[in-house]
């Protein structure tokens, strides 16, 4: 079946680390997406990639970092920067960056603070 | 980035009823999407609207493109037990820009009481 898969389902982080949250899309998708929701809120666009090796911040990036090598993965770190970074992380996928394809959603990931 | 002013906040409705939920934006709009999201999961997508005026059905959904391109409405009719969830409405502005973002509503929470 052709999706989005996150990993892990849960994640908890210490004081100081930093913690990785995986996303990988087998649509063969050009753009993948990385967002962050709090309760009650909508969805917030930390960083977007519109093709591999290419990624642009999006409105909350700091104490984030993203990489693009490869075309169906778009791993998302969350940095000792980050202070407050408890939420739940949402990765995304579109056919193409410069359109208005609908963006498909993976099941996310929620990170807590030990 | 701007975020849509979506309403009702929450809804607590009797199954079988209509359900009508909106979003605004005093910015033109040219794509239209409405998402539902269960607890825990990722969004889903459920509509998607590309011209002004376009009113689409999927089962008991049924959402509209406003004719001013600033707002889209979602009604549920004969809601059942399984429509409860969080509803979001999002948008691609009309932009020049090189990648096409989405704009998110804060959502609308749906209980559904039997």
């Known amino acids: 079946d052709g999706g989005i898969t996150q990993s892990p389902k849960y994640l908890f982080r210490k004081e100081g680390q930093n913690v990785t949250l995986s996303c990988e899309q087998n649509?063969?998708?050009?753009?993948m997406y990385w967002y962050r929701q709090d309760p009650g809120q909508g969805l917030r666009l930390i960083y977007y990639?519109?093709?591999?090796?290419?990624?642009q911040k999006g409105d909350i990036a700091e104490g984030y970092s993203v990489s693009r090598e490869k075309k169906e993965s778009f791993p998302l770190t969350v940095t000792s920067a980050q202070k407050n970074p408890t939420a739940f992380y949402l990765c995304?996928?579109?056919?193409?960056?410069?359109?208005?394809?609908?963006?498909?959603f993976g099941d996310g990931t929620r990170l807590s603070i030990l | 980035g701007q975020q849509l002013n979506q309403s009702p906040q929450s809804m607590f409705i009797q199954e079988g009823e209509d359900v009508s939920m909106n979003c605004t934006s005093s910015?033109?709009?040219?794509?239209w999407l409405w998402y539902k999201q269960d607890p825990g999961e990722g969004p889903v997508l459920l509509i998607a609207?590309?011209?002004?005026?376009e009113l689409t059905s999927n089962g008991r959904l049924t959402a509209q493109f406003g004719i001013t391109r600033k707002d889209s409405f979602l009604n549920i009719s004969a809601s059942i037990p399984s429509d409860v969830g969080i509803y979001f409405c999002?948008?691609?502005?009309?932009?020049?820009?090189?990648?096409?973002?989405?704009?998110f509503g804060s959502g609308t929470q749906l209980t559904v009481l039997p």
């Open positions: 995304a996928s579109s056919l193409f960056a410069r359109s208005n394809q609908p963006q498909h």
């Open positions: 649509l063969n998708h050009d753009a």
């Open positions: 990639s519109q093709i591999v090796n290419d990624f």
């Open positions: 910015s033109i709009f040219n794509t």
């Open positions: 609207l590309y011209k002004a005026g």
């Open positions: 999002a948008g691609h502005q009309l932009s020049s820009g090189s990648a096409r973002q989405l704009t």
